[in-house]
């Protein structure tokens, strides 16, 4: 089975382009960051004609969060149990939503941003990871991934120059700590030992050509579903060119193949 992540920064005016990564990698379950959009407004046309279904949580222009699969799509969960929420009035944001796809339960998320260190949105972000760490512990015996855009730089090697990030966020000690905190609970980051490199560069001055970029973007196994993996790669050349995400789709093999349901 093949899965990927993918912070898509609007998949309205990306659409094209999912579509055509699902056809080029043959790709079985697609989790999506940043979506942009209410459930009613995607253009899913395309997708069901290639035989996927689609679970989505979002909101005009901000968030969104969705999974795309062809192994199916059962027992969907809009937000993980405790997730605190944000703004006025207090909210929980649509940047969780999981699913059992091909047997294993998948969760795409979009970690907040935080903004910078000491404002209410890192607050709001290091209690979000935190109540996700709580949340998880029930998932952990049984084939799960935690899977998206983290806005965790989770070491020095993961970003283009740390000496710029010095009073950012993603890089802080309590941002590191979180993410190192799952890893202490006994779930295995499955990515980096077979894609090295980043996943996000931004559009200023030329970052993606001159590979000045960040790697946030991540998928966290359980052990009994990190002992499937088979290789994962980084789909740089979808960051190329016009129109592109500012992120580029992380894939991820798994020994096995689930039959459609």
């Known amino acids: 089975m093949r899965i990927a992540t993918w912070n898509v920064n609007s998949l309205r005016s990306r659409i094209d382009r999912v579509e055509a990564l699902l056809d080029r990698h043959e790709i079985d379950v697609l989790a999506l960051q940043e979506t942009k959009a209410r459930e009613d407004q995607l253009p899913l046309m395309g997708l069901e004609a290639r035989g996927y279904d689609v679970a989505a949580v979002g909101v005009d222009q901000?968030?969104?969060?969705?999974?795309?699969?062809?192994?199916?799509?059962?027992?969907?969960?809009?937000?993980?149990?405790?997730?605190?929420?944000?703004?006025?009035?207090?909210?929980?944001?649509?940047?969780?939503?999981?699913?059992?796809?091909?047997?294993?339960?998948i969760w795409s998320l979009y970690v907040p941003n935080g903004r910078k260190p000491g404002d209410p949105h890192y607050v709001y972000k290091l209690d979000w990871l935190a109540r996700l760490r709580d949340a998880a512990r029930a998932w952990r015996d049984t084939p799960t991934a935690l899977v998206g855009d983290w806005n965790i730089c989770p070491t020095d090697d993961d970003v283009f120059d740390v000496t710029r990030f010095l009073t950012s966020t993603h890089v802080t000690p309590p941002e590191r700590a979180a993410f190192q905190a799952f890893l202490d609970d006994g779930w295995l980051e499955v990515t980096r030992a077979h894609a090295p490199g980043f996943t996000y560069w931004d559009y200023y001055r030329q970052r993606f050509e001159r590979d000045r970029g960040l790697k946030i973007d991540f998928v966290v196994a359980t052990p009994a579903l990190a002992e499937r993996v088979t290789g994962a790669f980084i789909d740089r050349e979808?960051?190329?060119?016009?129109?592109?995400s500012d992120h580029a789709p992380v894939v991820v093999d798994l020994e096995g193949r689930a039959d459609a349901t």
């Open 62 to 105: 901000w968030n969104g969060v969705a999974l795309i699969s062809r192994v199916g799509l059962d027992d969907v969960e809009v937000g993980f149990p405790g997730m605190p929420g944000w703004g006025d009035p207090v909210a929980p944001e649509a940047r969780a939503i999981g699913a059992i796809c091909g047997g294993v339960r």
């Open 238 to 244: 979808e960051r190329a060119g016009q129109g592109a």
